[in-house]
């Protein structure tokens, strides 16, 4: 996988921009607040269709303007590629976007998964150890659909139902109703929920067995990480019939609750170091670590998957981080296509191989 060609029109604080990647490591320094991590964003937005930022697509358009326009053009086996997303104001609080792949639109988002594959690793991340579980779940969605695009649309699909249900959980609460379509709604979350369950559980083992090698390397194996898979069912169902069972003996429950209370939009991930929960008990420093551990265990697992390099983005990702940590993740990313992020250029003049450098200037860069 090779990022060629970047072009930004109104996206953030950028008026016009086009660079030329190089292959390599991509430094993009400056001060604070210049633009570097817009970069990164737009970046990522033509991998997955949403920021790391912001669930606001209106959020991403520059004031003043009307519309912003990010085109990104690459390699994938020596194919080119490209991806185009452009994004008008409808009102003060809705856009709409238009994507397209190659100059086609496409239709739906499960179309550009797989395309262009990148993992970001940003401040923000460090969400999915300090933040609730739909941060932990986020992480592995997004890992997941970049390499199984039928898995996003079933994403999709049991939100959907979920919704509808608990809609309709809501209805039931509040009337002497026959709760006749309950039934409908369970075997219906049942089926796509559990092909859902089965492939987070199969990529969580894949992250479990990588992530204790690589935080061993960055640690000298002085710290022992482990990744395991929770659900609200306490042990996953091994069945479509099993889970619609679970279903079915908790009907009355969920209808007290007026909502589903059991699937896999409830389950999360435990993050233990040295068996105890990184969350409560991991320093800043550790807790930066395992992300990036989650993160490296991400590149291989979309290497090993597609047998194509990720391009990697890192936002601010050396800081806080000790001198071995910083060369064990510098040796890391020596074969993938790199941006990363810094105030000071210095950090990174000693380093060695295909090493280039942009400088960012109150959204404007320049090469050197």
């Known amino acids: 996988m090779l990022l060629e060609k970047v072009l930004l029109k109104n996206f953030r604080n950028y008026e016009y921009q086009e660079i ?55 390699k994938r086996d020596e194919e080119p590629f490209s991806i185009s997303i452009h994004s008008n104001k409808k009102n003060s609080k809705n856009t709409k976007r238009t994507i397209k792949v190659n100059d086609i639109n496409i239709k739906k988002i499960g179309e550009l998964m797989g395309i262009f594959n990148c993992v970001m690793f940003s401040p923000e991340d460090l969400d999915i150890i300090k933040g609730g579980p739909a941060e932990r779940r986020r992480f592995l969605d997004i890992l997941i659909s970049q390499i199984n695009p039928p898995y996003f649309y079933n994403l999709q699909e049991y939100y959907r139902i979920v919704k509808q249900k608990n809609a309709y ?15 409908v709604y369970n075997q219906k979350q049942a089926k796509v929920g559990f092909l859902i369950n089965k492939e987070r559980q199969a990529f969580v083992n894949l992250l479990s067995e990588d992530v204790k090698e690589i935080n061993g ?122 941006f990363i992020t810094c105030t000071e250029k210095r950090t990174y003049m000693t380093l060695s191989g295909d090493i280039n450098f942009f400088n960012v200037n109150d959204g404007i860069i320049k090469g050197f």
């Open 20 to 74: 030329i990647p190089k292959k390599g490591i991509n430094i993009v320094y400056g001060r604070n607040g210049q633009g570097k991590t817009n970069l990164l964003e737009a970046i990522f937005l033509c991998s997955t269709a949403r920021s790391h930022r912001t669930s606001k697509d209106i959020d991403l358009i520059k004031n003043g303007q009307d519309f912003y326009y990010i085109e990104i053009e690459g």
């Open 169 to 183: 959980l809501k209805i039931l609460s509040n009337s002497n109703q026959d709760p006749i379509l309950l039934d």
């Open 217 to 338: 390397q960055f640690t000298k194996d002085k710290e022992k990480l482990e990744i395991k898979y929770n659900s609200e069912q306490k042990e996953l169902c091994e069945s479509e019939e099993e889970f619609y069972e679970v279903l079915s003996n908790n009907k009355s429950k969920e209808i007290r609750n007026q909502s589903t209370i059991y699937g896999p939009h409830r389950d999360d991930l435990e993050i233990l170091l040295n068996n105890y929960n990184i969350r409560e008990y991991g320093s800043q420093g550790q807790q930066r670590t395992a992300v990036l551990s989650l993160k490296f265990s991400e590149i291989n697992i979309i290497k090993n998957k597609t047998n194509k390099n990720p391009i990697i983005l890192l936002d601010d990702a050396l800081s806080e981080l000790d001198l071995t940590r910083k060369r064990a993740l510098l040796e890391k990313i020596e074969n993938n296509q790199t």
